[in-house]
Structure formats: C-alpha cells, structure tokens
C-alpha cells in the first residue's frame, strides 16, 4: 500500500429507536479506545475523538452511510425513506 491515508476501524453501526440518529463505533487507530460517530438523518454531524475536525472517521462513516443507500438512489426519496424506517431496529449491528 502506498496510500498514507487512514481509514476508520468501523466496528459498530447503532440505530436509536424512534430517532433519526444513528452511532457509528469506531476504533482508534491507537488501539486504546472507540470513538463515536454520530449520524443524523443520514449526514454525519460529529466524532467524539481529539482530532481537527472532520476527521477521517467522519469521512469514512459518510461513505459507509452513503453506500447503504443504492436502492433508495435508483427508487427515488419514497423508497429510501421507507428503508430506514424498516431498518431501525435500536440494536447492535456487527460490521464485520
Ligand atoms: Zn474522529
């Protein structure tokens, strides 16, 4: 690999019941610790880490979000609105 770039450890995705939010648990680089990244109706809005922000967790859980959504690109807004809503279970969803 020849990239410098970093790339967030993404370990958890966790939907809020009954909010437009959504908690990205990513590990630190430094292996010590998770940080939060915080979704809100699709756009991440903050990471829980020291860095100058937006950090590269940002960056990746908005690709990572943004990738989740390819039926709702092809169906138009009704049928992306529809996924989420069938998708917001409040729990735990391993990434890997
Ligand atoms: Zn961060």
Do not use: W
């Amino acid at each position: 690999m020849a990239t410098a770039t970093k790339q967030a450890d993404i370990r958890y995705r966790v939907e809020l019941k009954g909010k437009e939010i959504v908690v990205y648990k990513v590990h630190s680089s430094d292996d010590s610790q998770d940080y939060e990244v915080t979704v809100f109706e699709g756009k991440v809005s903050g990471c829980s880490c020291p860095a100058t922000k937006p950090c590269y967790h940002m960056r990746d859980v908005q690709a990572r979000e943004d990738a989740r959504k390819p039926i709702g690109t092809l169906n138009g807004r009704g049928a992306e609105v529809k996924i989420e809503r069938a998708g917001r279970l409040g729990k735990l969803v391993p990434m890997r």
